[in-house]
């Protein structure tokens, strides 16, 4: 196994016990986790950027198929900028708008514990905001 494989690895590892502390974490056969929280869909990913920087990429999808409503899709760029924990994207598609959560993280020498914490952070914001732009859609 090359360092970087090893490296990826061994983060993913840290992520899966952080993670199921609170999840049941599914690994796929490329070795990225994916686990639900509440009704969001997440996958994590870890990936070696350079020598020395291995990062998590945790991605959420907040809400898929809403209403393609520029008031909407105003309120959640707005709401995405007041966040401290990720980056907020709109797509729009031929079914309305799908909103994701995305953040990424150096977590080279990151133990479980504090992962854990910094995760939950992220997902129980793309929790908080599907459910108002669940109930801002309506």
């Known amino acids: 196994m090359t360092n970087e494989a090893a490296a990826t690895a061994a983060m993913l590892t840290n992520a899966r016990e952080a993670l199921e502390r609170y ?10 986790l994916s686990f639900l929280h509440g009704e969001v869909p997440c996958a994590v990913q870890a990936m070696r950027l350079a020598e020395g920087l291995t990062v998590l990429s945790l991605t959420c999808v907040v809400a898929w198929d809403l209403p393609n409503d520029d008031e909407l899709a105003r309120s959640a760029a707005e709401r995405a900028g007041q966040g401290l924990f990720g980056t ?8 309305g708008m799908d ?4 953040y990424a993280f150096p977590a080279d020498e990151m133990k479980p514990e504090p992962m ?3 995760l939950m952070l992220v997902v129980s914001t793309a929790s908080q905001l599907r459910a108002e732009l669940l109930t801002s859609s309506t």
């Open 116 to 118: 854990s914490t910094l």
């Open 88 to 95: 907020l994207g709109v797509v729009r598609t031929d079914r």
């Open 23 to 32: 999840h049941e974490v599914h690994v796929d056969d490329d070795g990225a």
């Open 99 to 102: 909103v994701t959560l995305r």
